[in-house]
């Protein structure tokens, strides 16, 4: 699709701002059904061409739910778009309200209009599994709180009969419940999508690459169609190292970035820890490196990103991974 138009969005919760970005006409509508069709409405009396405009809007997550149903559904093309990078692009700004914010929106897409990609419809059950995956962490996170709770009260001598405690152990058994049938849930839709629960197994057969880190990978990727290879997702988790020099007067050493989705950040961490444990090769790897004198965070780094690049490589190929370490006598 050719695009010669571009509209502007910006959503919140109850309200949805639109500005189009060729004569910067502007219109709120309610982030409804109602609201949506009051759009429609709209683009016809300014004559947009819809099959050849991009809605441009921010990542918001729930909040575009809907919206972007609505627009598959009319077969209307959208993009989002990762919030810093339209802020970094107006420079110095002051003010902001929606109708602000939805101008500069369609600002940055008429800018950016040859280098934005129309976002492809998701597997719903990918989606589905990234609803239950974040409603399990946040409860997990939760339950982690009560536990810590539980440890001080008993720390200063609060028995576990006394309500402080007892009112919190009560908290945790239905957190442990919900997480389960999370789960649960999580586990059935994996074993329905046949493709899903192939890429899952395969990942699971990378050591240190468990149940969680699995999901997240296939979630966060889109069932490994978002990115095209390797190097793309690294930088998406933040593990990617980039050169940091200018002339002759800078010569810092190469650094990861800190815009990251910070939370399979972690979960690789986690996996390049249980890796340094279990997988010979890596093992061997960190303390050879760390020994010479080399920065172990520097190192679990590495780690990281051989784990990315296998990760990729059993889904390429289809096959699960297989260790091939030959301890040199």
């Given at each position: ?40 409405d ?25 919206f ?9 093309a ?45 597997n ?62 999580i ?27 699995a999901?997240?990978a ?68 960190y ?43």
């Amino acid at each position: 699709m050719k695009v010669q138009q571009i509209i502007g969005v910006d959503l919140s919760k109850k309200s949805i701002d639109l500005v189009y970005a060729l004569n910067n006409n502007h219109v709120k509508i309610d982030n409804s059904m109602i609201g949506f069709t009051q759009m429609l409405d709209w683009v016809g009396q300014q004559k947009i061409d819809l099959t050849k405009t991009l809605f441009v809007m921010e990542h918001t997550g729930l909040y575009s739910y809907c919206f972007e149903d609505f627009l598959r559904q009319y077969h209307i093309a959208f993009t989002k778009v990762n919030a810093l990078s339209i802020k970094r692009s107006m420079g110095l700004v002051r003010g902001k309200n929606d109708k602000i914010d939805a101008s500069r929106i369609a600002a940055y897409g008429s800018e950016k209009r040859n280098k934005l990609s129309i976002n492809e419809p998701g597997n719903p059950q990918v989606k589905r599994l990234q609803m239950l995956n974040s409603t399990r962490r946040r409860l997990v996170k939760q339950r982690a709180g009560l536990i810590c709770a539980i440890k001080e009260y008993k720390h200063i001598g609060i028995l576990d009969k006394d309500i402080l405690i007892r009112s919190q152990l009560t908290m945790r058994d239905g957190f442990d419940r919900q997480i389960q049938l999370l789960e649960a849930e999580i586990k059935a839709i994996i074993e329905k999508e046949e493709s899903i629960k192939q890429n899952f197994n395969l990942l699971q057969s990378i050591k240190g690459v468990g149940k969680v880190v699995a999901t997240a990978a296939i979630i966060k990727t889109n069932n490994f169609t978002r990115f095209n290879n390797a190097r793309k997702f690294s930088c998406f988790c933040g593990t990617a190292p980039f050169e940091h020099s200018s002339g002759t007067s800078i010569r810092g050493k190469t650094r990861v970035s800190h815009l990251a989705d910070k939370e399979m950040k972690t979960l690789l961490d986690l996996a390049a820890k249980s890796a340094i444990q279990y997988d010979k090769e890596l093992r061997e790897y960190y303390l050879k490196r760390t020994y010479s004198g080399k920065s172990k965070m520097s190192t679990i780094n590495i780690i990281r990103n051989k784990i990315l690049y296998r990760m990729f490589a059993v889904i390429k190929r289809q096959t699960p991974f297989i260790e091939n370490y030959l301890q040199v006598a």
